[in-house]
């Protein structure tokens, strides 16, 4: 049974920075995209930003890619997301979830997640 854990989650004054980390377990991981997804209050829940394990690809769907940066420790089955320059929009609850399928690309089909982590910025 695949275990996927989001840590790091809390509040930060805008223009701040925040590091999630997810660390899945249960299977091998080494051909997965992983990924992580934000749930703002009121609204869907979108993909914020996936890494391929296979080739360290990585996929930022929305203009978070210049605030936001996947990276990811193959040994440890974690990936990270260190988030800066927090605006109050970016208030939501973080998932980390975890695709064996590395062909889908861009990153679709997410099966296993976690319950996801709290991120609230001030302004």
């Known amino acids: 049974q695949v275990h996927v854990v989001e840590s790091g989650g809390g509040l930060v004054q805008a223009g701040g920075s925040l590091r999630l980390s997810c660390v899945a377990s249960g299977r091998t991981f080494s051909r997965d995209v992983m990924a992580w997804f934000r749930q703002p209050p009121g609204k869907e829940r979108e993909l914020v930003a996936a890494?391929?394990?296979?080739?360290?690809?990585?996929y930022y769907p929305h203009t978070e890619k210049g605030r936001f940066t996947i990276s990811g420790d193959s040994a440890k089955n974690m990936v990270n997301l260190q988030m800066s320059s927090l605006k109050p929009e970016d208030t939501a609850v973080y998932y980390c979830?975890?695709?064996?399928?590395?062909?889908?690309?861009?990153?679709?089909?997410?099966?296993?997640w976690g319950q996801g982590t709290q991120v609230t910025v001030s302004s």
């Open positions: 979830a975890t695709n064996p399928y590395e062909d889908s690309w861009p990153p679709w089909g997410f099966a296993s």
């Open positions: 890494l391929r394990w296979s080739d360290s690809a990585t």
